[in-house]
C-alpha cells in the first residue's frame, strides 16, 4: 500500500468515535534533538501547489507542505475578504409586482455580477456614487398579455409576456467616463447567470428599479463573497498493519467509495486489495465497522496536504480566486508590518511601503 | 379440485403472528392471494377531501340552520293576543338567505367574506320567514319576510364559498386552504370553540362529596333544563330536585307515578335479587311510617313541598295541591322522560331502573360511572349553542311582537284596520344584534336557563396556518380551572383515537383543552321515532308493559334510546347485530350507536349530537371488507369515502361502540374475532401533533411542547395573506416545506402553507454563548435570507361624522416655517393618508386626522356647523421602534356609513441576537452568537452548518426523533426525495444509513468537521444535517425595552410598569435585599425614592402631621416646621389613612 511510507508524524489518525493528533508537531522543540526552526529553503522544498482541476464554475488544486492556520487564512480570505460586486442600493421607482421592496433588493442584491472588481473603487456608506465606485443596472419589465391565445389556455408561458423576471433583464447603463473606458466597453459589467429568476409578474404588473452596484467583501455581507465553497479537506490514507484476508478483499473494497481500493489476484489466486485513490476516499469509516478490520485498518489524513475546491458564484473566475486571496493576504501581512514597524520603531517605514506596493502589482 | 385450492388460500392468521421477522412483515411469506389492504390509509385523504378537517363545526352549522331553525319555529309556532282571542299569527316556515351586504345603495348585494373582512362588517344572511295571520276576518299569508340576520359560518352550506374551485376562490380573495367553520363578525373573524360537557339525559352513578351514591340526570328538552337526583342519604334512598323543597323518599315518589302496591315497586327497583331488596327495604318501611299508602297521599306530600308548580297560573282559582304535585311530576323532574296523557308508567320505571343502579352502586363498588369517561361526554359545538341563542332571541322576538300587536289591539276605534305584518317588520333588529353581540364578545346568556356563560368564543389566531387550524380543532371543558382535581385532566384511555393525547397546553388549562384527532366527527342529531320503530320491529317489547320481575330477568336486556328506556329484549346480541346490518345497509343513519352493556343488562341506542366518533374498516370472519379493489377503485377516482360508507365496508364508531368492538391496527393482527381495522393508526394524533417527525421516538412532553410551539411558528398564513389587513400579522419570506414529512403534512396542507425552514444543523459545543438551549446562527446564512420574517401591523382610525353635522377631516402635510415639510409628516400625500410603498420611523404620522372641537356639543344645527368649526390635530402615527413601509391603505366604509382608514404597516427582519427557534420536537432555543461563515466549522465538502445546537439539548430531553430527522432529512438531501417521519411509520433507520453509506456517508450521520477558526480537524465527529427549523413570534425587536426618565402613575406618582407604557425597571424585593444585606443602604434610599417618587412635605414636629408652605393647619403656626423628603406612596398613605380616622403622626428627630 502506497500510503504505509508517509512519515507518521504528518498523519492525522481517525478512530471509530474521535481523531487523533490533529496538531502539527513540526515545530522547534518540539522533537529533541531536531532542528524545526523554520527556513525558507526547507519550506521552498516542501511546499507546492498541484492544479488539479479548473472549469467555469470551480477547481481544485492540492497544497501541500504548509501548516493548516495558512492553508485556513487563505480559505477564509476567499470567503469573506476577496472584494467582489453585488447590488447595493435598489431604487424603487414602480413595483407593483406581489413581491415586497426589500424583499425584491434583497434578492437582487445575492444576483453575482460579473464585473473585475479590482477595477472599481470601495464604496464607503455615506460616499457619494460615481463612476469609480458604482455601477448602473436597470431593471424594467413589465407582463404584458399575449395576443392571439388560444381560449382556455392556462399555460402562463402561453398566455403572457415577460411573466417571470429574469437577471438577464439587468440591463447596463454607463455612468460618466465609463462609457468610452474600455474596461467598461470591452467587457461590460453583466450578470453572471442569466437565467437567476427574480420574481413573477402577471398582466398589469410592472417593475422599474434602478441598481447601484458596488464593491464589497464577504465579512460585510455573503452577497459580496465570490466563494460559493471555499474549502478543504487533507488527503485520506490507509495503513495495514497486516495485511487483508483475500476472502476479505470484496468486503474491505465495498468499505470505500469506487475507484479508492482496487482488488488485485495474485498468481496464487489470492486476492489483496490495494488502496490506489485516496483522492476518491470520502472517509466514510465504513471499514472500521466491521469486526474482520479490528486492529488491521488504520485511517488517517495527511496534516499537511489540503485538497482545495474552490467554486464561485461566478462574480470571480475559479482560477483567479488563488492569486487574489494571496494579494489580500499580502496587503493584511504588510498593514501588520507596518503596525510592527510603529510599535518598534515609533513611526512608519514609508519606503518600504512604496515598495510593497509595486512588488504586490508585479505578482498579479 | 376447487375445494383444494380453497383450503390453500384460507389464510390461518394464527400462523403469522410472527410478524416481527423480517421476510414475515406486511404479510410477504403469505400466497399472493391473501388480501391485505396496503394502502389503506388512502382511506383517510379520501376522508378528508369529503369531510374535510373542521366538517364537525360545518356540519354543526348546517344542521341548525337547516333543521334546527325548523324545529324552533314549530315549537313556537302560534302568537295569540290577550285581547283579541280571534287574533292569531302563525309561522309556517324559516329560512335563511344568501350572505347579503347591508349598504342601502348596493346594486349587487352578494358579499365575500373576505370584503366582511375588510370593511369591519358581518358576514351574515338574512333569516326570511312565512307566516300566516288574521287581518280582520281573512287570513293572510305572507312569505319571505326578515326577522333578522344569521351570522354565515364560512363554508357552510349557506357561505357563497362552498363548493368553488380554487379559482373562484382566489377571484373571492380567499384562500383554498383555509377550512372554514368559523364567523366574521364586525370585520373580525370568530371561531365558537367545541365545549365539552357531560351528556345530557343519560344516567351518571357517582358519589358525592360524603361518598353517598347517587344517580343523577340532568334532563334537557327544549323548554326546561334541570337535574334530578336519585340520592342516598343515611342508607334510605331519596328523589331529589330543585323545585321540591324536600328530599322525596323514593317510595313515595314512585307511588305518586301510580306504583302504589308495595310489592310492586320492590319489584320494579330489586327485581328477584335478594341482595337489592335487603338494601331497600327501609325505604318501604319508612314511607309506611309517615303514613303515605295511596298514590293521592303521595301526591299531596309531593305538591306540599313542590315550589314552582305554585305559580303556573295567574289569577286562577286555587287548584288543590296534588295537582301541582302531578304538575311537578310530570313536566319539571326528569323532563325528558316524556308523560303523555298523564301516563307515569315509563317515568315510574325509569325512576326505579335508576334506584336499580344506585341499589347495584351500594352493593358493589365497582358499579360506579366514571364521569370521564370520553363515552359519557357530549361535545356542544356551533349550532346547538346558536339554536340555543336563537330559540331565547326568537322568543323574546315574540314576546316583543304580542305586546305590541295588544297595545295595538287594545285601541277600541281603528282607523285602519290592523295588519300584523307591520308590526313584524317593526320587530327592529333585536335577533341580529342579539347574535353580533353573543359572537363578538362571546358571552352567552340565555335567560329561559339562566345560563351565563362567558368565553364561548374566541378570535381566530392567525399567527400561523397550523394555529388556525389547530383552532378549530380545540375543545374547551366546561370544568374549572382552579380546581385541584386530577380526574377532568387526565389522558384517558377512551381518548384513544377520537382526541389528540399530545395536544393540550402547558399550566393551569392542562388537559381541560383539549384538541380533536385527525379522523374524529361530531355527530348531530338524528330523529328518534325511525329509531324507536325499527327496534320494535326488531322485537322488542315495550316497556310500558312489563313488570320488574320480567324487566330484570338475568337474560333480558333494557334497550333504551338516548337515555329512554323503551323496552327489553331476551337476544340482545342478535339485536345489535341485526341494527348494525341495517345500519351498514344505509336503512338507519350512519352515526347511530349501538352497544352492549353487559353489566347493566343494557343494549343502548344512541342517536344524539355531539357524540365523538371516527370510523374504521369493516372485518368479518378476519376478513377486512375493503379490499385492495376497493383502495384502486378509490385511488383511481371511481369512489369516495361515502361509497365506502354506503356499501358497509367502513362504519363511525362512536366510543361506547368501540368498546364493543375487537379492533385490529394492522391486518396481520386480525383474527376470527376482529370486528375492525385501523384505517391507520397515526390518525390518532391531531393536526398539531400530525407534524412532528418520529413523534413515537421522543419523550411524550415534548411532543406536547411542540404542538403548543407550533402555533407560534412563523411561516405562510394561507394563499391570500397579502390581501389581509390583520391586526397584526407574522410572515415568513422564504419559508419550505419540511425534508421530512410526515403524511398528516401532507393531508392538512402544511407543505402548502409551511412555518419553517431546513436547516443545515451540526451538533456540536461552539464558543459558549450555547448554554440553555442557545443556538448559534450563521451570519452568511442569515445574509442569504434564513429565517427573514415580515411583520405587518394594522393601524386603523374612522373618519367619523357626528350627531351634530361636524365630522373629522384628512389634511395635507404643514409646512414648517422653513418651507419644508417636517419630517413627521414627509410620507404623508395630498390626501392626508401616507402612500403605500413610503418608508416611516418612530413616530411619523401615517394619517393626519384632524376632529373637531365641539363634536360633542349638540348645541349647534346640523347646517351652520361648516364654517365655524376648529379642528385639532388627532394623527394616527408609527409606534414601532424600527422604520416600516406602508404596505397598503384601505379606506372604505363600515355599516354604520363611517368612514374607515387602515393603514398596514411593514417591517421585514433578519434574525438578531435573542430571537426565537425552535425545531419541531419542543426544543426551543434563542439565537446566543452569529458567526462569520469563515469562522463556522465546515466538513469534507465544504458545507458549514447554518444553525449549531448544543448536545447538552439531549440527553435530558430524550427527544430520539430529532435525531432520526436528521439522519432522514439527511439522506433525502443526499438521495434528493423527501422522507417520511409519520408517526409509528416512517423511513426507516436503517434504509436511511445504508443510503448515507452507499454515498460515502458515515452511516451514523458523523462526519469529520475541520476548525474554521484554527484550520485544523476536529477531534469529534459531529452529527451534522438538515433539521426544520421554525422561527417563532418572540423576537428581540418587539420586547427590547429600557427607560432613564418617563411617564409616572397618577395616583403614587411612582414610574408606570409593563413596556407598553414605557415603564420602570423594577428593582424588586430580592434585589432590594441584597443591597441592603451588603449595606448599600445610600444606594437603596436612591432607586427607591430619589429615582422614584420623591416628595418634600412640611411637617409639624408639634402634631405630626402634614402642612404646606411651612404652615400647619392642625396647629394654625408656622412654628416648628421641618422640611422633609419621603416617597409620595407614604404621603399617600398618611393621607388615607387620615380619611378612615386614624392619625397617624410624624415625629422627626435630628441627624447627627
Known amino acids: 500500500m502506497t500510503s504505509n511510507s508517509i512519515d507518521q508524524r504528518r498523519i492525522v489518525r481517525l478512530d471509530k468515535e474521535r481523531t487523533h493528533n490533529i496538531h502539527s508537531t513540526d515545530f522547534p522543540g518540539n522533537y529533541p534533538g531536531e532542528n524545526l526552526e523554520w527556513n525558507l529553503d526547507s519550506f521552498k522544498q516542501a511546499c507546492s501547489i498541484d492544479i488539479n482541476s479548473v472549469t467555469n464554475e470551480d477547481c481544485e488544486f492540492d497544497l501541500i507542505g504548509v501548516d493548516p492556520s495558512i492553508a485556513n487564512a487563505l480559505r477564509r480570505v476567499m470567503i469573506a475578504e476577496v472584494p467582489a460586486i453585488a447590488v447595493e442600493n435598489v431604487f424603487v421607482f414602480n413595483n407593483t409586482s406581489v413581491m415586497h421592496d426589500e424583499v425584491m433588493a434583497h434578492r437582487l442584491g445575492l444576483v453575482p455580477i460579473l464585473f473585475d472588481a479590482n477595477r472599481l473603487e470601495h464604496f464607503e456608506k455615506g460616499d457619494n456614487p460615481n463612476d469609480q465606485n458604482t455601477i448602473v443596472f436597470t431593471l424594467q419589465v413589465e407582463c404584458k398579455r399575449k395576443s392571439n391565445v388560444a381560449p382556455g389556455e392556462t399555460n402562463p408561458d402561453k398566455l403572457y409576456e415577460n411573466h417571470k423576471v429574469y437577471a438577464r433583464h439587468f440591463s447596463w447603463v454607463p455612468q460618466g467616463a465609463q462609457e468610452s473606458d474600455p474596461i467598461f466597453t470591452q467587457n461590460p459589467p453583466r450578470v453572471a447567470y442569466p437565467d437567476i429568476l427574480i420574481t413573477k409578474l402577471r398582466p398589469g404588473q410592472a417593475l422599474d428599479l434602478e441598481l447601484h452596484c458596488v464593491k464589497g467583501v464577504g465579512q460585510d455581507h455573503a452577497k459580496f463573497s465570490p466563494a460559493a465553497t471555499a474549502t478543504y479537506r487533507l488527503l485520506p490514507t490507509v495503513k495495514l498493519h497486516k495485511p487483508i484476508k483475500s476472502e476479505h478483499a470484496e468486503l474491505f473494497r465495498s468499505c470505500f467509495a469506487d475507484g479508492v481500493v482496487d482488488v488485485r489476484e495474485d498468481e496464487n489466486g489470492n486476492k489483496q486489495p490495494y488502496y490506489v485513490n485516496p483522492r476518491k476516499d470520502t472517509v466514510s469509516r465504513e471499514v472500521l465497522r466491521h469486526a474482520e478490520f479490528d486492529g488491521i485498518v488504520e485511517l488517517g489524513r495527511i496534516r499537511d496536504h489540503f485538497i482545495f475546491n474552490v467554486e464561485t458564484t461566478g462574480s470571480v473566475q475559479p482560477v483567479d480566486m488563488l492569486p487574489r486571496s494571496c494579494a489580500v493576504m499580502k496587503n493584511k501581512i504588510a498593514a501588520i508590518r507596518d503596525g510592527l514597524n510603529v510599535i518598534v520603531h515609533g513611526k512608519q517605514d514609508e519606503e518600504e511601503e512604496g515598495q510593497e506596493g509595486q512588488d504586490e502589482d508585479m505578482q498579479e | ?1152
Open chain 2, 1 to 1152: 379440485m376447487d375445494v383444494d385450492e380453497d383450503v390453500d388460500v384460507k389464510p390461518k392468521i394464527n400462523e403469522s403472528d410472527d410478524w416481527t421477522t423480517p421476510g414475515n412483515y406486511h404479510g410477504k411469506s403469505m400466497t399472493d392471494e391473501i388480501k391485505t389492504v396496503e394502502d389503506k390509509w388512502q382511506l383517510l385523504p379520501a376522508f378528508l377531501k369529503t369531510r374535510g378537517l373542521v366538517k364537525q363545526h360545518i356540519d354543526s352549522f348546517n344542521h341548525f340552520v337547516d333543521v334546527e331553525l325548523k324545529n324552533i319555529i314549530k315549537a313556537n309556532e302560534k302568537v295569540t293576543s290577550d285581547v283579541d282571542p280571534k287574533f292569531y299569527l302563525k309561522y309556517t316556515d324559516i329560512h335563511v338567505g344568501s350572505p347579503e351586504r347591508q349598504d342601502a345603495d348596493s346594486v349587487d348585494k352578494s358579499i365575500t367574506p373576505h370584503e366582511a373582512r375588510l370593511r369591519d362588517m358581518t358576514y351574515s344572511a338574512p333569516i326570511r320567514i312565512s307566516v300566516e295571520y288574521t287581518r280582520g276576518k281573512q287570513i293572510v299569508r305572507r312569505r319571505g319576510i326578515p326577522i333578522g340576520r344569521l351570522p354565515v359560518m364560512l363554508r357552510s352550506n349557506k357561505c357563497i364559498l362552498t363548493g368553488k374551485d380554487e379559482e373562484t376562490l382566489a377571484r373571492y380573495r380567499e384562500c383554498p386552504l383555509d377550512p372554514g367553520g368559523y364567523f366574521v363578525v364586525k370585520g373580525t373573524e370568530k371561531v365558537i370553540l367545541v365545549q365539552e360537557q357531560l351528556s345530557k339525559n343519560r344516567m351518571i352513578i357517582e358519589t358525592d362529596s360524603k361518598k353517598n351514591v347517587q344517580a343523577s340526570v340532568t334532563s334537557s328538552t327544549h323548554e326546561r333544563k334541570s337535574k334530578s337526583y336519585v340520592a342516598t342519604k343515611n342508607g334510605k334512598i331519596y328523589l331529589r330536585h330543585n323545585s321540591i323543597a324536600d328530599d322525596v323518599p323514593i317510595v313515595v315518589a314512585l307511588k305518586a307515578m301510580g306504583v302504589t302496591s308495595d310489592r310492586e315497586i320492590l319489584q320494579l327497583v330489586a327485581g328477584h335479587d335478594d341482595e337489592y331488596k335487603e338494601v331497600f327495604y327501609i325505604n318501604i318501611e319508612e314511607t309506611l311510617k309517615m303514613g303515605v299508602h295511596t298514590e293521592l297521599q303521595a301526591l299531596e306530600w309531593i305538591g306540599a313541598r313542590s315550589k314552582s308548580a305554585r305559580r303556573a297560573g295567574p289569577a286562577h282559582q286555587k287548584r288543590p295541591v296534588w295537582e301541582d304535585a302531578i304538575e311537578t311530576l310530570a313536566s319539571i323532574v326528569l323532563a325528558h322522560v316524556p308523560v303523555e296523557n298523564l301516563n307515569f308508567r315509563p317515568k315510574a320505571i325509569y325512576v326505579a331502573v335508576m334506584v336499580r343502579r344506585v341499589l347495584m352502586a351500594m352493593v358493589d363498588e365497582k358499579m360506579l360511572d366514571d364521569r370521564d369517561y370520553v363515552g359519557n361526554k357530549r361535545l356542544e359545538l356551533a349550532g346547538q349553542l346558536l339554536s340555543l341563542l336563537f330559540e331565547d332571541l326568537f322568543k323574546k322576538f315574540n314576546h316583543d311582537l304580542k305586546l305590541n300587536i295588544d297595545k295595538v289591539l287594545k285601541k277600541p276605534n281603528r282607523t285602519t284596520e290592523f295588519d300584523a305584518y307591520t308590526q313584524l317588520l317593526y320587530g327592529g333588529d333585536h335577533i341580529t344584534s342579539g347574535f353580533v353581540r353573543a359572537i363578538s364578545t362571546g358571552n352567552w346568556s340565555l335567560k329561559r336557563f339562566k345560563m351565563e356563560r362567558a368565553g364561548v368564543t374566541h378570535v381566530l389566531s392567525r399567527l400561523s396556518y397550523i394555529s388556525a387550524l389547530g383552532m378549530m380543532t380545540r375543545i374547551s371543558s366546561q370544568f374549572e380551572k382552579t380546581r385541584k382535581v386530577s380526574g377532568p385532566r387526565a389522558l384517558q384511555p377512551s381518548q384513544w383515537g377520537m382526541l389528540c393525547p399530545s395536544d393540550t397546553p402547558e399550566g393551569e388549562a392542562c388537559g381541560l383543552v383539549k384538541n380533536l384527532a385527525l379522523m374524529t366527527h361530531i355527530t348531530t342529531d338524528v330523529e328518534e321515532e325511525p329509531i324507536t320503530k325499527i327496534c320494535y320491529m326488531l322485537g322488542v317489547e315495550d316497556v310500558a308493559l312489563l313488570t320488574g320481575t320480567e324487566l330484570y330477568r338475568r337474560d333480558t336486556y333494557i334497550v333504551s334510546l338516548n337515555g329512554n328506556l323503551i323496552g327489553v329484549t331476551r337476544l340482545p346480541t342478535r339485536f345489535v347485530s341485526t341494527f348494525r346490518k341495517l345500519r351498514r345497509n344505509g336503512y338507519i343513519n350512519e352515526f347511530v350507536s349501538v352497544y352492549i352493556n353487559h353489566h347493566h343488562n343494557s343494549v343502548n341506542i344512541s342517536s344524539d349530537g355531539g357524540r365523538i366518533c371516527r370510523p374504521m374498516i369493516v372485518v368479518e370472519n378476519g376478513y377486512s371488507k375493503v379490499t385492495s379493489e376497493h383502495i384502486k377503485a378509490l385511488k383511481e377516482g371511481k369512489v369516495d369515502f361515502d361509497a365506502f360508507l354506503t356499501q358497509g365496508l367502513v362504519e363511525y364508531l362512536d366510543v361506547n361502540e368501540e368498546n364493543d368492538a375487537y379492533i385490529a391496527i394492522n391486518e396481520n393482527e386480525m383474527t376470527n374475532a376482529s370486528t375492525h381495522l385501523e384505517i391507520e393508526p397515526f390518525t390518532l394524533l391531531g393536526a398539531c401533533a400530525g407534524l412532528i417527525p418520529y413523534p413515537h421516538h421522543n419523550q411524550s412532553p415534548r411532543n406536547t411542547y411542540q404542538c403548543a410551539m407550533g402555533k407560534q411558528a412563523i411561516g405562510a398564513i394561507a394563499y391570500n395573506q397579502l390581501n389581509r389587513i390583520d391586526t397584526l400579522l407574522y410572515l415568513m419570506v422564504y419559508p419550505q416545506q419540511p425534508m421530512v414529512k410526515t403524511k398528516t403534512i401532507e393531508l392538512i396542507g402544511y407543505d402548502k402553507l409551511p412555518a419553517g425552514q431546513n436547516a443545515m444543523v451540526a451538533v456540536m459545543s461552539y464558543s459558549g454563548y450555547d448554554i440553555e438551549d442557545a443556538l448559534i446562527l450563521n451570519k452568511a446564512s442569515l445574509d442569504r435570507g434564513f429565517g427573514r420574517c415580515q411583520v405587518m401591523r394594522k393601524y386603523s382610525t374612522m373618519i367619523r361624522k357626528y350627531p351634530n353635522g361636524t365630522h373629522d377631516r384628512l389634511a395635507d402635510a404643514p409646512i414648517g416655517p422653513d418651507g419644508i415639510i417636517p419630517k413627521k409628516f414627509q410620507a404623508l400625500e395630498p390626501d392626508g393618508i401616507s402612500g403605500a410603498g413610503e418608508r416611516v420611523d418612530t413616530n411619523d404620522v401615517i394619517v393626519n386626522k384632524q376632529s373637531p372641537s365641539n363634536a360633542l356639543d349638540n348645541s349647534i344645527n346640523p347646517g351652520q356647523a361648516d364654517t365655524s368649526t376648529t379642528y385639532k390635530n388627532a394623527p394616527m402615527s408609527y409606534k414601532s421602534p424600527v422604520p416600516g413601509y406602508v404596505d397598503q391603505v384601505l379606506i372604505t366604509d363600515t355599516e354604520s356609513d363611517q368612514t374607515l382608514v387602515k393603514a398596514l404597516l411593514r417591517q421585514t427582519r433578519r434574525p438578531e441576537l435573542g430571537d426565537k427557534f425552535s425545531s419541531r420536537h419542543g426544543q426551543k432555543g434563542v439565537c446566543g452568537l452569529i458567526v462569520p461563515q469563515a469562522d463556522m466549522p465546515f466538513n469534507d465538502r465544504g458545507i458549514s452548518p447554518d444553525v449549531i445546537m448544543n448536545p447538552h439539548g439531549f440527553p435530558s430531553r430524550m427527544t430520539v426523533g430529532k435525531m432520526i430527522e436528521l439522519l432522514s432529512g439527511k439522506a433525502g438531501v443526499i438521495r434528493g426525495t423527501l422522507e417520511y417521519g409519520t408517526a409509528f411509520g416512517g423511513s426507516k433507520v436503517d434504509d436511511m444509513s445504508q443510503v448515507l453509506i452507499d454515498n460515502g456517508y458515515s452511516y451514523a450521520g458523523k462526519e469529520t468537521m475541520t476548525s474554521g477558526i484554527t484550520g485544523e480537524c476536529h477531534t469529534f465527529y459531529t452529527y451534522l444535517g438538515p433539521i426544520y427549523y421554525q422561527k417563532l413570534k418572540h423576537m428581540v425587536l418587539d420586547k427590547m425595552h429600557a427607560r432613564a426618565r418617563g411617564p409616572r402613575a397618577v395616583l403614587t406618582r411612582q414610574p408606570t410598569e409593563g413596556r407598553s407604557r414605557d415603564g420602570g425597571l423594577r428593582l424588586g424585593e430580592m434585589e432590594r435585599d441584597a443591597l441592603l444585606g451588603y449595606g448599600a443602604a445610600h444606594l437603596v434610599r436612591e432607586r427607591l425614592m430619589l429615582s422614584s417618587d420623591l416628595f418634600h412635605v412640611d411637617v409639624c414636629n408639634d402634631c405630626g402631621t402634614m402642612g404646606y408652605n411651612g404652615f400647619c393647619p392642625m396647629c394654625k403656626s408656622q412654628k416648628n416646621i421641618s422640611n422633609i423628603q419621603i416617597p409620595y406612596a407614604a404621603k399617600l398613605l398618611f393621607q388615607e389613612l387620615l380619611a378612615m380616622n386614624i392619625y397617624p403622626k410624624i415625629s422627626l428627630e435630628e441627624t447627627v
